[in-house]
């Protein structure tokens, strides 16, 4: 595929080397077009050399090639990384004053901004109102991921993973250049990934087995269709999607909270989490110590909170899509259409416990509800697919 990798003026430049690198070591030709402040961090040199192809900041080297035309003609993708506040800037006016912004005018193929900056300068109504409108456009903005800035500050600003990055552009290269690749601009998406740990002591908890990839792949699916997305995780050790919000949780309740908050402006809720249904009715501050030749005291529980049929019965915005899971070891279909009247959600994704799909694969097979009585099948396949159909469903419901 033809790849356009802009780099705009910030520090970040020089991690889209390594982003460079991913997308020609897995067969992409890319051609880099910097912005001339941008070659005070990495230089034409270094690009060129990396991508092997030519390298001009300015419209006029080459003219006769018709440059400031072709090169976005003729891109599959265009990756802003970093964007800087003065790019989203000129980007959000149409302004076209160098060799990228001309580009940006362009090119018909998506396009990915990845910004970078300093938390001020993000936070700031003109960056803020820029980036809307760029998203209502149709462009993929990708959330900074919060971190360690420049100098000693930390906050949000920080340019995302070069991994991460890729990732999503990979996933948008993949559902290709019709006009739907960002139809999940402007949204905002709040998904539950991995198990809730009960605690018992200090060092001992209820949990389960379910690894996050699931949610995982559900959270950088919408962050790839152009969706703001909110990951509450709970006790998933995975890496964090690029764009993604994360939220990390550890007990149910805490998990109840974060969705719960997320949720108030949300278009939809997926809840990907395996809630435990029980938790501990006493914690103990203390370590449990076995006492010898007394057998140990039953283990009394309490019921935790039904959050997915509660975020059903009482939907902080009106038409916001809940979607539940259902993971069964046995009848499944039959299991998940009696969970799906008991949750009152709008889809129910129904798959069962395996040792190839569901819990800890990276690969799943399901079925997906929907409240009319739709029942969509989808095929075995990596957990990202079912992200896609089920996102498929989702946005087709808020249109
Ligand atoms: N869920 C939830 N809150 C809980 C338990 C589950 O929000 N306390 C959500 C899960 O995130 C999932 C769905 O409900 O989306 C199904 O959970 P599951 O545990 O499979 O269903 P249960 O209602 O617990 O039914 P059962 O235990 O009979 O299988």
Redesign the pocket.
Known sequence: MNVVLGVSGGIAAYKACELLRLFTESGHRVRVVPTAASLHFVGAATWSALSGQPVSTEVWESVHEVPHVRIGQQADLLVIAPATADLLAKAAHGRADDLLTNTLLTAHCPVVFAPAMHTEMWEHPATQENVATLRRRGAIVIEPAVGRLTGADTGKGRFPDPEAIFELCRRVLARGADAGVADLAGRHVVV?AGGTREPLDPVRFLGNISSGRQGFAIAGVAAARGARVTLVAANAELPVPAGVDLVRVGT?LEL?EAVLAAAADADAVV???????FRPADYISVKIKKVEGVEPAPLALVR????????SAHRAVPGQVV??????TDDALR?GRE?FI??G?DL?VVNEVGADRAFGSANNEAVILSAEGGETAVPYGPKAQLADQLWDLVAARLA
């Open positions: 539950s149910a109840r809840m990907a989490a395996a809630v435990a249904d935790n909170p039904d959050i997915l049929a509660e975020i979607v539940g899971f259902a993971a069964e299991h969970k008991r949750k959600c129910l």
